[in-house]
């Protein structure tokens, strides 16, 4: 079981950026992914969780309307799409997953569990 995050790099503020999330060893149709962050200094954050299934989609207030997440179970990946990027997004961006029957998407995010993570993908955004 892995995932693997990748599309980091180094970004002006107010520039976009697309992470990949790619699974291997089970599917999306039976997993919930999430996407969070861990900045120098700060608490784990989540930013969003999807149902690929179902399509249900959570974000939290700092991201909504800046950040995007989508899914390709054809090709078993996940993608967040980010956009006006600012300074205080920078951090490591991982990716994680946990079976659908545990809880919503909601949850997932808010109470920040899940049963597998990526290695993380680095997002600093800066001038």
């Known amino acids: 079981l892995q995932l693997v995050e990748s599309g980091g790099g180094l970004v002006q503020p107010g520039g976009s950026l697309r992470l990949s999330c790619a699974a291997s060893?089970?599917?999306?149709?039976?997993?919930?992914i999430g996407w969070f962050r861990q900045a120098p200094g700060k608490e784990r954050e989540a930013i969003g969780c999807i149902s690929t299934g179902d399509g249900d989609i959570y974000y939290v207030d700092s991201v909504k309307g800046r950040f995007t997440i989508s899914g390709d179970n054809a090709k078993n990946t996940v993608y967040l799409q980010m956009k006006s990027l600012k300074p205080e997004d920078t951090g490591i961006y991982f990716c994680?997953?946990?079976?659908?029957?545990?809880?919503?998407?909601?949850?997932?995010?808010?109470?920040?569990?899940?049963?597998?993570r990526g290695q993380g993908t680095q997002v600093t955004v800066s001038s």
């Open positions: 060893g089970f599917s999306l149709d039976f997993h919930d």
């Open positions: 994680a997953a946990l079976p659908i029957e545990v809880t919503t998407v909601q949850a997932m995010c808010v109470q920040g569990v899940y049963d597998y």
